[in-house]
């Protein structure tokens, strides 16, 4: 059974910077994909960042430069770095975990990310 917990979230002044850490158990965490996701009110969920399970990443063209995901297998943890943060990064992040051969995606609850202009 996969459990993903993210932190870290908080509130932050425009250009401020956060890094949200997820927490996953299971035995499958190194040889899945990880990502983070957001979801502002109002809007559907988007992608933010994708890690695979060789460190290869992928980022949504508005964090691109800002942003920076990063995974540590042994502790089984993602981060996920946001520098020079702007209001409209403001949103609900969520970890995902995209295991191998099934292709299912599992979800933490969310941590909340609030950017004051």
């Known amino acids: 059974q996969v459990q993903l917990v993210e932190s870290g979230g ?14 996953a158990s299971g035995t499958i965490f190194s040889s899945s994909a990880m990502g983070w996701y957001r979801q502002a009110p109002g809007k559907q969920r988007e992608l933010v960042a994708t890690i695979t399970s060789g460190g290869s990443t992928n980022y949504a063209d508005p964090v691109k430069g800002r942003f920076t995901i990063s995974r540590d297998n042994a502790k089984k943890m993602v981060y996920l770095q946001m520098n020079s943060l702007k209001p409209e990064d403001t949103a609900v992040y969520y970890c995902n975990l995209h295991t191998p051969f099934t292709s299912y995606d599992y979800w933490g609850r969310g941590t909340q990310v609030t950017v004051s202009s």
Do not use: E, H, P, Y
């Open 10 to 23: 908080n509130l932050v002044q425009t250009g401020g910077s956060l890094r949200l850490s997820c927490a």
